[in-house]
Nanobody, 123 residues
Framework: VQLQASGGGLVQAGGSLRLSCEASGRTFSRDAMGWFRQAPEKEREFVAAIGWSDAIRYYADSVKGRFTISRDNAKNTVYLQMNILKPEDTAIYYC?????????????????WGQGTLVTVSS
């Protein structure tokens, strides 16, 4: 089972990026998926999560209204659309899968993690 995150890069404040996380090795249509991030010298923090049915979505207060999580089960892929980016959004972004579980904000409840993709927002 592998999660491959992509889409990171350098963007100016106010810009947008879309991250993708493609899962392989199993069908993730019944799994919750989450995005987390870790900035330099900070702990990993929750960003967004989505349930298997797409009906449940959670967001960190710091990204609510700017970021949107979505999934395409036919492609085994989860997305994070990030708009109105701020310098404080700079971090390595990780996707994670919680097998046969509900969406959650707790990192330890996820079973698999991707390798991370770097997002840098310049001021």
């Amino acid at each position: 089972v592998q999660l491959q995150a992509s889409g990171g890069g350098l963007v100016q404040a106010g810009g947008s990026l879309r991250l993708s996380c493609e899962a392989s090795g199993r069908t993730f249509s019944r799994d919750a998926m989450g995005w987390f991030r870790q900035a330099p010298e900070k702990e990993r923090e929750f960003v967004a999560a989505i349930g298997w049915s797409d009906a449940i979505r959670y967001y960190a207060d710091s990204v609510k209204g700017r970021f949107t999580i979505s999934r395409d089960n036919a492609k085994n892929t989860v997305y994070l659309q990030m708009n109105i980016l701020k310098p404080e959004d700079t971090a390595i972004y990780y996707c994670a899968a919680r097998l046969n579980g509900f969406a959650t904000r707790v990192p330890s409840e996820y079973n698999y993690w991707g390798q991370g993709t770097l997002v840098t927002v310049s001021s």
